[in-house]
């Protein structure tokens, strides 16, 4: 199985603020990844597929890179609705896996 | 606005079974694999099992394995998965999710969850 490492856990920030969250998969995926935000109590929702496609309707606030096996969430100003858990997910092979997840709070 | 919808959820002794179903709406149905991905309280998400858009093809992770199936009645717009042999640890909120618009294995739209805890 493919192991998706996430970091950091948890972070703290200010609003404003650029923010970076790092996922590193245990072999190559190409840029099959995508990333999700989980407000408190919600589902999760799209936000970047294909490692660096924003979602239709997502922020402009929000951007991935990467590709292989390391890659990253940028927010490039945060917002106090950026409040939220973000995973990681590669959909290279089954069975699918995510990111432990990175709790995002604002100072 | 396409939408899913979980129902089946609840509090059940372990080794028992239950049964979720997933109804859609909104969108083609029958075109569209549908996954369902779990969270057990206050951890990550966990992908667990998929139905192609025509039922021909189902994967499970190895947890699951043998006690879970995932069927389908796209003249219903339904998902269903049967959990059979129910443990503790498959206490979780069950999302049902769908395969993108091109066919790749990342979730555009999820339900909003149905809560199944396993307890004696």
């Known amino acids: 199985d493919i192991q998706m490492t996430q970091s950091p856990s948890t972070l703290s920030a200010s609003a404003g603020d650029r923010v970076t969250i790092t996922c590193r998969a245990s072999q190559s995926i190409s840029v099959r990844l995508a990333w999700y935000q989980q407000k408190p109590g919600k589902a999760p929702s799209l936000l970047i597929y294909?490692?660096?496609t924003l979602e239709s309707g997502v922020p402009e606030r929000f951007g991935g890179s990467g590709s292989g096996t390391e890659f990253t969430l940028t927010i490039s100003s945060l917002q106090p609705d950026d409040l939220a858990t973000y995973y990681c997910q590669q959909y290279d092979t089954y069975p699918l896996t995510f990111g432990g997840g990175t709790k995002v709070e604002i100072k | 606005q396409a939408h899913l919808v979980e129902s089946g959820g609840g509090v059940v002794q372990p080794g028992t079974s239950l049964r979720l179903s997933c109804a859609g709406s909104?969108?083609?149905?029958?075109?569209?694999?549908i996954h369902w991905v779990r969270q057990a309280p206050g951890k990550g998400l966990e992908w667990v099992a998929v139905i192609s858009y025509d039922a021909s093809n189902e994967y499970y992770v190895d947890s699951v394995k043998g006690r879970f199936t995932v069927s389908r009645d796209n003249s219903k717009d339904t998902v269903y998965m049967q959990m059979n042999s129910l443990r503790p640890d498959d206490t979780a909120v069950y999302y049902c999710a769908r395969i993108a618009v091109g066919g790749r294995n990342y979730f555009d739209i999820w339900g909003q969850g149905s809560l199944v805890i396993v307890s004696s």
């Open positions: 909104g969108f083609s149905f029958s075109d569209f694999a």
């Open positions: 294909k490692a660096s």
